[in-house]
């Protein structure tokens, strides 16, 4: 299975980016898609994940601003980003879990940049 993330890409404050991650490949029933973002020398942190019955968890930073969704007949997760903002600039990688809970997939991460 491989993920393939797109949509990022250089914004100014306060504007808008939607991301996508699609999963390619045979894949067992995907169970929780979500998004983390990496900064260089900090952890990575969740942003946004949706369980495959709709439930959703939100980095307290972007609720408010970022919507979560995704596409299970298209294995795929969505990522609306609203108002954004400098310290949201950072790699955005989509993660896949299996309904089983023992398989975990990344994809390769896009870069979103933020100006003020």
């Known amino acids: 299975v491989q993920l393939q993330a797109s949509g990022g890409g250089l914004v100014q404050a306060g504007g808008s980016l939607r991301l996508s991650c699609v999963a390619f490949?045979?894949?067992?029933?995907?169970?929780?898609m979500g998004w983390y973002r990496q900064v260089p020398g900090k952890q990575r942190e969740l942003v946004a994940s949706?369980?495959?019955?709709?439930?959703?968890t939100y980095h307290g930073s972007v609720m408010g601003r970022f919507t979560v969704s995704r596409d299970n007949a298209k294995n795929t997760v969505y990522l609306e980003m609203n108002n954004l903002k400098p310290q949201d600039t950072a790699v955005y990688l989509c993660n896949m879990r299996s309904l089983l809970g023992n398989s975990d997939y990344w994809g390769q991460g896009t870069q979103v940049t933020v100006s003020s």
């Open positions: 949706i369980e495959r019955g709709g439930t959703k």
């Open positions: 490949g045979s894949s067992p029933t995907i169970g929780v």
